[in-house]
């Protein structure tokens, strides 16, 4: 199965497991998110929730080109655009306190994903960037409204998004991306992180999640990444993408 959903307790843990793609996005990803969130929302025993990827190279590698190449226009485009921004507004708003463990490389989308969650814990082996502006289009899940939303520094953010680039851990630690930068084991990472959070009552944590969420609601956080997707569907259609994924999978 390309994923895996795990709850054992109070901790509920999405894993893309598709190792041999680099954890890219398909459908059938989508549709287990779907159902994860689905879990957890309607669930009140779950006090975190996590996402990751299976194996050590790669967290998300963002959507599967030999999945979504195919799609020529804006039309064509934005219905998987659209779709999995909801997605991740639903995974930012989750109750709980929602946290990526990333385990390997986050571009592209990957690091939408993993800046729709509250914490990013980033094994110091990994690295990370918005790179879709290599290939000619913007975040199109709503990652940059995500970022614009949460990250304080607004030159830094906009430097991140726009110049497309790949950037080690401790460069991603050092622009304010990424919350704690980790040494070997992932999970054992993540339960150190847990073990400190467990000390304090999970209502504690769910009240000030709660007004995070009524900030972002306030703000219209929603609407912003759905336009985002839009903004990257017009871009989705032009010559420059078609070219640039051309060469990628080329050179692939």
Same mark, same amino acid.
């Given at each position: 199965?390309?994923?895996?959903?795990?709850?054992?307790?109070?901790?509920?843990?999405?894993?893309?497991?598709?190792?041999?793609?680099?954890?890219a996005?398909?459908?059938?990803?989508?549709?287990?998110?779907?159902? !994860? +969130? $689905?879990?957890?929302?309607?669930?009140?025993?779950?006090?975190?929730?996590? #996402?990751?990827? %299976?194996? &050590?190279?790669?967290?998300?590698?963002?959507?599967?080109?030999?999945e979504?190449?195919?799609?020529?226009?804006?039309?064509?485009?934005?219905?998987?655009?659209?779709?999995?921004?909801?997605?991740l507004?639903r995974?930012?708003?989750?109750?709980?306190?929602?946290?990526?463990?990333?385990?390997?490389?986050?571009?592209?989308?990957?690091?939408?994903?993993?800046?729709?969650?509250?914490?990013?814990?980033?094994?110091?082996?990994?690295?990370?960037?918005?790179?879709?502006?290599?290939?000619?289009?913007?975040?199109?899940?709503?990652?940059?409204?995500?970022?614009?939303?949460?990250?304080?520094?607004?030159?830094?953010t906009?430097? !991140? +998004? $726009?110049?497309?680039?790949?950037?080690?851990?401790?460069?991603?630690?050092s #622009?304010?991306? %990424?919350t &704690?930068?980790?040494?070997?084991?992932?999970?054992?990472?993540?339960?150190?992180?847990?073990?400190?959070?467990?000390?304090?009552?999970?209502?504690?944590?769910?009240?000030?999640?709660?007004?995070?969420?009524?900030?972002?609601?306030?703000t219209?956080?929603?609407?912003?990444?759905?336009?985002?997707?839009a903004?990257?569907?017009?871009?989705?259609?032009?010559?420059?993408?078609?070219?640039?994924?051309?060469?990628?999978?080329?050179?692939?």
């Open positions: 199965m390309s994923y895996k959903i795990e709850i054992t307790n109070g901790i509920a843990t999405f894993t893309i497991n598709r190792p041999e793609m680099r954890n996005i398909n459908y059938a990803v989508m549709d287990g998110l779907e159902t !994860f +969130l $689905s879990k957890v929302e309607s669930d009140d025993s779950i006090a975190f929730a996590v #996402i990751t990827g %299976a194996g &050590d190279r790669a967290f998300c590698s963002g959507g599967d080109l030999s979504f190449h195919g799609f020529r226009t804006a039309k064509e485009a934005y219905p998987m655009l659209s779709r999995m921004a909801g997605l507004y995974l930012s708003i989750l109750p709980v306190p929602v946290i990526a463990l990333v385990n390997g490389a986050a571009v592209g989308g990957g690091c939408e994903i993993a800046s729709s969650c509250d914490y990013r814990l980033v094994s110091s082996k990994a690295k990370g960037g918005f790179i879709q502006g290599t290939l000619a289009i913007t975040s199109g899940w709503g990652g940059a409204s995500q970022l614009f939303a949460k990250m304080n520094n607004h030159t830094a906009l430097k !991140f +998004l $726009s110049e497309a680039k790949v950037h080690t851990a401790q460069q991603l630690q #622009i304010g991306w %990424a &704690d930068v980790f040494e070997g084991d992932a999970q054992e990472a993540l339960e150190n992180f847990i073990s400190d959070k467990k000390k304090i009552h999970p209502s504690v944590h769910k009240a000030y999640k709660k007004l995070a969420i009524t900030n972002w609601t306030q219209g956080l929603k609407d912003r990444m759905i336009e985002e997707a903004q990257c569907a017009k871009l989705w259609e032009s010559d420059a993408h078609h070219e640039a994924v051309d060469r990628f999978l080329n050179k692939e």
